[in-house]
């Protein structure tokens, strides 16, 4: 019995990891994982895009298909627009998104929109910071799956029957 829970246990956990998210979202490894380009620095804790130009990315693969939903918080000393995309070698998706002058961090969670990924396609996801008189400050970048597609009821019923099977050859052996 011992075996089985602990057995049970270890495969709810693998099952909770089952899709990718950002190396370092929340920069508190400074800019570890993340490819900067134009004026991006490390703001201690949070990445600081400055004006115009300035990109920073990051490749993915995901495990999971399914529609996923975006989370980050920011702060702007002004107004600014703020793209964020994903490019594979399927598709390349932007959306822009304009963010209001902030006394303090904000967060911004999607939807919308959101945006369904595919299983083993790696993406490259990338913060543009594309208009604005000042810097932007990037924290807690994160990915939630919102939905994924439904479980193949022939696989689904295969693999219950298996695991009922096994489970009544255990209790029979008096193993379990």
């Known amino acids: 019995m011992k075996k089985f829970i602990l057995m049970t ?8 990891q089952a899709f990718a998210n950002f190396t370092n979202g929340d920069f508190s490894s400074g800019l570890a994982g993340w490819t900067p380009s134009g004026n991006v620095t490390d703001g201690g804790g949070y990445a600081t895009l400055g004006a115009p130009t300035a990109q920073i990315s990051q490749d993915l693969t995901f495990a999971v298909t399914g529609e996923y939903s975006l989370s980050f918080r920011y702060q702007a000393g002004a107004a600014l627009d703020l793209a964020y995309g994903f490019n594979s070698s399927t598709f390349d998706v932007v959306y822009d998104i304009p963010l209001l002058q902030t006394s303090g961090w904000e967060t911004n ?28 400050d990037l924290d807690d970048v994160s990915l939630s799956l919102i939905t994924s597609p439904h479980v193949p ?7 219950g029957s298996i695991g009922l099977s096994f489970v009544g050859w255990m209790r029979r052996r008096r193993t379990l």
């Open 9 to 16: 246990i270890m495969v709810f956990t693998l099952c909770g």
């Open 109 to 136: 969670t999607t939807p919308p929109p959101t945006i369904e990924l595919i299983a083993g396609e790696t993406y490259t996801f990338s913060f543009y910071h594309i208009v604005g008189p000042v810097a932007l």
């Open 153 to 159: 009821a022939p696989g689904a019923i295969l693999l």
